[in-house]
C-alpha cells in the first residue's frame, strides 16, 4: 500500500459521527485555502475550497471553516462514512495558483 | 476526458541512471506542476509552469528539470538519480487566466532509486 499516510496525526471516528479536521496556515496574507483527499495509490482529490472573503462555505456533506484571526482553517464531513478514510491535506493558495500544503491528517472510520 | 495522466506508474533507477517523467493534461490548462511527496509529509512543489515555453523553481528544484513544450505536456526529468529522489512524483494543472482556482492532480509516478 501507500507509504504516505505514515506518522501523520490520526483522527479515529465512528461511522456516521461527524469528523473535525483542523489545520494552521501560515500566512496572514493568503486568500485562498482548499482541501483535499487523497486515498491509498491515488493522487490527491479537490475537496472544497474558500477565499478569504467568506468564513464558510458548503458542500456536499463537508463544510470549511476559516478564522483569519488566529490563521485556522477546518474541515468538517457529516455522516462520516468508510469510504471518507483517506488522508486529508489543507492547502493555502499563492501567486500562479501555487498551492503550500500541511503535512496532512489521516481519517480512519471505524464501523 | 482522463485528466491528468502521469506515466510510468513505477520505476526503479539505480544511483546515476537518469530518466523522465512525462505528464499529460486534456483539460486545456494554463497552468502545470510538478510536486514530490515522502512518507509523512505534504507535497513539495519542485517545478511549475504558466505556459508553453515557461517554467520557474520551486521550492525544491535541485537536481530536476523540466520542459514545457507543448501546453498539454510537462516533463520532469532527472539527469542524474540520487537515493534522495526516491519519492511519489505527482504532476498537477490549472486554469490560468484567472487566480485562485483549484489544481488537479494524476495519480503518481512511484519512483525508487537503488
Known amino acids: 500500500g501507500e507509504s504516505v499516510g505514515l506518522h501523520l496525526p490520526t483522527l479515529s471516528v465512528q461511522e456516521g459521527d461527524n469528523s473535525i479536521i483542523n489545520c494552521a496556515y501560515s500566512?496572514?496574507?493568503?486568500?485562498?485555502f482548499i482541501w483535499y483527499k487523497q486515498e491509498s495509490g491515488k493522487g490527491p482529490q479537490f475537496i472544497i475550497d474558500?477565499?478569504?472573503?467568506?468564513d464558510k462555505r458548503q458542500g456536499q456533506r463537508v463544510t470549511v471553516l476559516l478564522n483569519k484571526t488566529v490563521k485556522h482553517l477546518s474541515l468538517q464531513i457529516a455522516a462520516t462514512q468508510p469510504g471518507d478514510s483517506a488522508v486529508y491535506f489543507c492547502?493555502?493558495?499563492?501567486?500562479?495558483?501555487?498551492?503550500?500544503f500541511g503535512a496532512g491528517t489521516r481519517l480512519a472510520v471505524h464501523p | 476526458n482522463a485528466g491528468v495522466t502521469q506515466t510510468p506508474k513505477f520505476r526503479v533507477l539505480k544511483t546515476g541512471q537518469s530518466m523522465t517523467l512525462l505528464c499529460a493534461q486534456d483539460m486545456n490548462h494554463e497552468y502545470m506542476y510538478w510536486y514530490r511527496q515522502d512518507p509523512g509529509m505534504g507535497l513539495r512543489l519542485i517545478h511549475y509552469?504558466?505556459?508553453?515555453?515557461?517554467?520557474a523553481k520551486g521550492e525544491v528544484p535541485d537536481g530536476y528539470n523540466v520542459s514545457r513544450l507543448k501546453k498539454q505536456n510537462f516533463l520532469l526529468g532527472l539527469e542524474s538519480a540520487a537515493p534522495s529522489q526516491t519519492s511519489v512524483y505527482f504532476c498537477?494543472?490549472?486554469?490560468?487566466?484567472?487566480?485562485?482556482?483549484?489544481?488537479?492532480f494524476g495519480d503518481g509516478t512511484r519512483l525508487s532509486i537503488l
Open positions: 500566512n496572514s496574507a493568503s486568500d485562498y
Open positions: 474558500i477565499r478569504s472573503n467568506m
Open positions: 509552469s504558466v505556459g508553453e515555453g515557461t517554467t
Open positions: 498537477a494543472s490549472s486554469f490560468g487566466r484567472t487566480s485562485n482556482q483549484p489544481q488537479h
Open positions: 492547502a493555502e493558495g499563492a501567486r500562479y495558483n501555487k498551492l503550500i
